[in-house]
């Protein structure tokens, strides 16, 4: 009898151990549950045993799912992988009796009870898996065997299934956790703007994938100083967000162009502080908003010309009815009253003057008021060599040397080829205004399927723009040429506008400009979006 109780008491803490060992030996619930059932299974000597796990299914019942097991065949397996429980039994205390020794009859899967029937198993124990918050599964084991155990061993059955919860609950802790990490990691690589963790020292801990794609391999900047990699400086410059928030502890928020990239961007750096209040970490994120900023000024821009253009087709009505009667009093003065020579030129000067006034106004009412287009399937290509065989003779006389670079891929996109050929002579025109010394001239073409769009770009070597006239060159009158209404790019972004395409501009005083023309690739059934006229 005593060497009896002494082989028990040592099969107790075997398990005990072995249990305790799957709980330390791997974090995975799978693992934690099938160690533990063959710990078990060994130490007893017993054949078959599963666990299974409490879960609510689609319908929102409680079921319980088979999670680990020994023993079974896979056809067994297929009839013994769920059933349902009752929601008496969900919570703290709700089961009253956390062992059972259940007898062969009573088990509600045939399956099983005829497996159990050819294995000469009579009953299973049923131990409940849990913890101070309530039941977390079942533990079954097939009770047979020398070792078969008595019910005076309840007490630390009840010890055994409260183990293995714990173990359950830790382990499900941890998958939650990694869950989460895992689910930050995939949120962090997916945030489309460069995102650095620093240390308070400065020194590079984390980076994103984008930050990845624009400064280089994660590898090449961990461990590095941030103003090494941001600035490419010994040390960072004065006005720098990171250096500021470090220095504050306080969130800083900046914007303007990028110390390597250019453009413009927003640029925010946060403090993290510890338990103790101390300024741990950093992190700081920039955004470029280069082409949201594009298109904000387009859109303000296309307001203006818009309100202006209303303004002006009121104006040039007004200007015209007088206009024209200035114009017929002055030539029948002309024809009809007898003038001396300097009174002859001088009435002459008076009629001339007044055509560039109407010519004026027609350009004005131009702009306020285009003609509608006619859209039909035209090739770029094919406009860009129009242009260039009306102004070769003009190109040719200001000493421009100018290269066509035009892409045999072009296809046919939908578009007025009139309107477009007026923006493309206006272009080149500008360009060659632009080198009154002379210079080089290419216009480009190419297509970007990737991108849904075709370009055409027009680049000299000429004067350049000056920084304060970039934002108003496409503003109506606005010009710095000794003759000219300024209305030309005006009327080139209206048209562009009904065709659904824009245009950018880069320039740099002294070396050139490059204005570039973005189309949309439209099939021949699409249309480009046409604004309402102005009345």
């Not at 990845?212 to 590095?224: I, P, V």
């Not at 039909?376 to 003779?393: A, G, Q, T, W």
């Amino acid at each position: 009898m005593l060497k009896e109780q002494i082989v028990r008491q040592n099969n107790e803490l075997q398990i005990l151990f072995d249990i305790s060992s799957a709980i330390h030996s791997s974090p995975r619930l799978e693992d934690v549950l099938q160690q533990s059932l063959l710990a078990i299974l060994r130490t007893l000597r017993l054949k078959m045993g599963a666990i299974y796990l409490l879960k609510p299914d689609a319908h929102g019942r409680w079921t319980m799912v088979l999670a680990a097991q020994h023993g079974f065949s896979s056809t067994l397996i297929q009839k013994i992988r769920s059933f349902h429980v009752s929601d008496d039994w969900i919570g703290p205390g709700r089961l009253k009796n956390p062992v059972a020794w259940l007898k062969r009859e009573q088990l509600f899967f045939p399956a099983l009870r005829d497996r159990m029937a050819a294995e000469d198993i009579q009953e299973i124990i049923r131990i409940a898996l849990f913890t101070q918050k309530g039941i977390l599964g079942l533990l079954y084991v097939a009770n047979h065997g020398a070792l078969q155990i008595r019910h005076d061993r309840r007490e630390f059955l009840t010890t055994l299934g409260q183990q293995i919860g714990v173990a359950i609950e830790n382990a499900q802790l941890f998958e939650s956790v990694e869950r989460a990490k895992t689910e930050l990691e995939i949120s962090f690589d997916a945030i489309q703007h460069s995102i650095f963790l620093l240390e308070s020292s400065g020194r590079i801990l984390r980076v994103n994938r984008t930050t990845e794609k624009t400064y280089g391999m994660r590898e090449g900047l961990l461990g590095r100083k941030y103003w090494e990699v941001l600035y490419q400086t010994e040390e960072p410059p004065g006005g720098c967000p990171i250096r500021q928030c470090l220095m504050s502890r306080r969130p800083v928020h900046k914007e303007g162009p990028h110390p390597r990239w250019g453009g413009f961007y927003r640029f925010y750096a946060f403090p993290v502080l510890n338990l103790s209040s101390q300024l741990d970490r950093i992190v700081y994120y920039e955004k470029d908003e280069t082409e949201a900023r594009k298109l904000e000024q387009r859109i303000h821009q296309t307001e203006r010309l818009q309100s202006l253009g209303t303004l002006a087709a009121g104006i040039a009505h007004e200007i015209r009815n007088p206009l024209a009667t200035i114009n017929f009093n002055a030539q029948m003065l002309q024809r009809e009253v007898p003038l001396n020579e300097n009174q002859s030129q001088m009435l002459a000067d008076l009629i001339q003057e007044v055509r560039k006034i109407d010519n004026i106004v027609r350009e004005v009412l131009n702009f306020a008021k285009p003609r509608e287009p006619q859209f039909l399937p035209s090739n770029l290509n094919d406009i860009v060599r129009y242009c260039h065989n009306l102004s070769k003779v003009h190109i040719r006389k200001a000493k421009i040397d100018l290269t066509l670079s035009l892409d045999p891929s072009m296809p046919e996109i939908i578009m007025d080829s009139d309107q477009i050929g007026q923006v493309v002579m206006n272009l080149m025109i500008n360009a060659v205004e632009a080198m009154p010394q002379g210079g080089r001239m290419e216009v480009q073409t190419r297509v970007e399927p990737a991108a849904g769009r075709v370009v055409l770009s027009v680049k000299d070597t000429g004067e350049g723009i000056l920084p304060e006239d970039e934002g108003r060159i496409f503003d109506p009158f606005f010009t710095r040429k000794a003759e000219g209404t300024g209305l030309g790019l005006s009327i080139c972004r209206r048209i562009l506008e009904r065709h659904g395409a824009h245009m950018e501009v880069e320039s740099q005083v002294g070396q050139g400009s490059v204005f570039r023309v973005v189309f949309p690739m439209m099939k021949k059934n699409d249309r480009p979006p046409v604004e309402e006229t102005i009345n």
